[in-house]
T-cell receptor, first 112, second 116 residues
Framework: NAGVTQTPKFQVLKTGQSMTLQCAQD?????MYWYRQDPGMGLRLIYY???????DKGEVPNGYNVSRLNKREFSLRLESAAPSQTSVYFC???????????FGQGTRLTVV | KNQVEQSPQSLIILEGKNCTLQ??????????LRWYKQDTGRGPVSLTI?????NTKSNGRYTATLDADTKQSSLHITASQLSDSASYIC???????????????FGTGTQLKVEL
């Protein structure tokens, strides 16, 4: 009964380092998403995958890449981390785009 | 530009009291509106969904209303409990006319604190 699982939960990076945030869902959902949440701002969509084999840019894609590894997994990669990427990152999934989204617990990322 | 505005930004109430949170949107073409509850350090969890034809929907002590004409929604919490302390986020979905699907616009949330 895990739902959406994100790893890691916390991460500190130095400017210029790279890392990949992992996300897996066990609900057989077709669509998956990566959001970032910053203080005083609503959740903003970074990238999404409407279905296995497709990925599309969201509102704030610069500095990120994604991979829809299979139907269950959707990873987010920061190639060269910047302090502006300090945020809480949420992965979500839904049966289809526009249906109820289920969120993971978030990854708190700090770039120093 | 699609926007979702929530008010108040934060709210403190005593346990047992009622409260109402507001959401105004300029999203179009409108598909649906959801209220999410986000506990500190957790991901958002859906409370209710409302489509164009629905005026009121309840989920336990939570009642959401929608006025599609004025593009306003409210979330009423009855007999508040300490566990209601959380951020409440209004999310409006718009149809994407080219390519299909939906686009979500998130409000910044109302931070509710329930005190003894």
């Amino acid at each position: 009964n895990a739902g959406v699982t994100q790893t890691p939960k916390f991460q500190v990076l130095k400017t210029g380092q790279s890392m990949t945030l992992q996300c897996a869902q066990d609900m057989n959902h077709n669509s998956m998403y990566w959001y970032r949440q910053d203080p005083g701002m609503g959740l903003r969509l970074i990238y999404y995958s409407a279905s296995e084999g497709t990925t599309d840019k969201g509102e704030v894609p610069n500095g990120y890449n994604v991979s829809r590894l299979n139907k269950r997994e959707f990873s987010l990669r920061l190639e060269s981390a910047a302090p502006s990427q300090t945020s809480v990152y949420f992965c979500a999934s839904s049966e289809w785009v526009g249906t109820e989204a289920f969120f993971g617990q978030g990854t708190r990322l700090t770039v120093v | 530009k699609n926007q979702v505005e929530q008010s108040p930004q934060s709210l403190i109430i005593l346990e047992g009291k009622n409260c109402t949170l507001q959401c105004n949107y300029t999203v179009s073409p409108f598909s649906n509106l959801r209220w999410y509850k986000q506990d500190t350090g957790r991901g958002p969890v859906s409370l209710t969904i409302m489509t164009f034809s629905e005026n009121t929907k309840s989920n336990g002590r939570y009642t959401a209303t929608l006025d599609a004409d004025t593009k306003q929604s409210s979330l009423h919490i009855t007999a508040s409990q300490l566990s209601d302390s959380a951020s409440y986020i209004c999310v409006v979905s718009a149809y994407v006319l080219t390519g299909g699907g939906n686009k979500l616009t998130f409000g910044t949330g109302t931070q509710l604190k329930v005190e003894l």
